[in-house]
């Protein structure tokens, strides 16, 4: 009768725990900090004093937040994150981020993109929404679609291209070829290559 008790009690411990455990799995809160810059940034959650980590250069990483682990940043009432950003310098002593990464208040499943400031210096950050990462320029061979060499405005506009058209053609021929093309992709779009 005691074996039968131990195993029952047992049992009902076990399912208990497990949907606790699942509940806090199911509280988990990811947002993503997109790095544009050529240096390590490095990002602190405000609301709870957690350190999430240092994101590399030109890279996509997801901090996450799990109750689970005393880590949910996440405001209870509002739902919001209030994180900082910086860049890291590069002698490993100082760290320097500009106005709009110093206080960051985010929901789950936000985006952000960090890219350098005019001065050089300092970092800007701004949030954005998935598909805008999400979807790279193409190759220049896919995106000449009629495959004649170049690319003309018709399949710059299909591929984000339109905008500033003349900036990226150099020989104002209403055409982009191979070189132009990178330039251009290169200027806009630093996920190029970059697996994710």
Avoid at 68 to 74: S, T
Wanted: net charge negative; glycine share 6%; hydrophobic share 35%.
């Amino acid at each position: 009768m005691r074996l039968r008790t131990f195993f029952k009690f047992t049992s009902i411990s076990a399912v208990l725990l497990l949907l606790a455990v699942s509940s806090a799995f199911a509280q988990e809160k990811i947002f993503t900090v997109i790095n544009h810059t050529d240096g390590v940034i490095r990002v602190w959650g405000k609301s709870n004093d957690y350190k999430f980590g240092r994101i590399k250069a030109r890279t996509i990483t997801d901090c996450t937040c799990n109750a689970l682990y005393n880590k949910d940043c996440f405001d209870k009432k509002g739902n919001k994150a209030k994180i900082k950003l910086a860049l890291e310098d590069k002698n490993g002593i100082d760290l320097w981020s500009g106005d709009t990464c110093t206080k960051l208040y985010i929901e789950p499943g936000t985006f952000i993109d960090v890219t350098m400031d005019i001065d050089g210096r300092h970092i800007k950050c701004a949030l954005i929404d998935d598909y805008e990462v999400r979807q790279p320029i193409p190759s220049f061979e896919e995106a000449d679609t009629n495959k004649d060499g170049i690319i003309d405005e018709k399949e710059a506009e299909a591929i984000q291209l339109k905008t500033n058209f003349k900036e990226y053609d150099d020989d104002l021929n209403k055409e982009l070829n191979p070189k132009e093309f990178d330039r251009a992709v290169n200027k806009i779009n630093i996920f190029r290559g970059v697996p994710f």
